[in-house]
């Protein structure tokens, strides 16, 4: 699958409106080359350059299986960040650079939520 942002490019710079410095919200995406026979999708997006870890900053599942996602919208399922909210957390580094990794899944079923 390719996966790729409507609002910045791959290895670029994430626009201040999808950080804490601005509007918070998630970006909008474009999905292509989903595999047959997938039901559901999931992503994650983390900051592998946080000083304690990766940090996770998104979690959604259960995505219906569609070529985008738009700006600012819950496309499915979320799960707990470790902001420990259920919902978007962009970009809010202590310091320095880092990078975020959005990992989308293609999913051969939909995900059951666990209780906790």
């Known amino acids: 699958m390719k996966l790729e942002s409507l609002e910045f490019e791959n290895n670029g710079v994430i626009p201040q409106k999808f950080t804490c410095e601005g509007k918070d919200i998630n970006p909008g995406l474009i999905i292509e080359d989903i595999p047959e026979g997938t039901k559901r ?5 983390d ?14 599942f259960n995505i219906h299986v569609t070529d985008v996602i738009e700006e ?3 496309p ?3 799960g707990i960040n470790d902001f420990r909210k259920l919902e978007y957390g962009g ?13 989308l899944y293609a999913l051969d079923e939909k995900l059951q939520r666990a209780n906790s």
């Open 41 to 45: 999708l999931a992503l994650i997006m």
């Open 47 to 60: 900051d592998p350059d946080a000083p304690m870890g990766t940090w996770v900053h998104w979690v959604v």
């Open 72 to 74: 600012n919208t819950v």
């Open 76 to 78: 499915g399922t979320q």
């Open 91 to 103: 970009p809010c580094p202590p310091s320095g650079t880092h990078r975020y990794f959005f990992k």
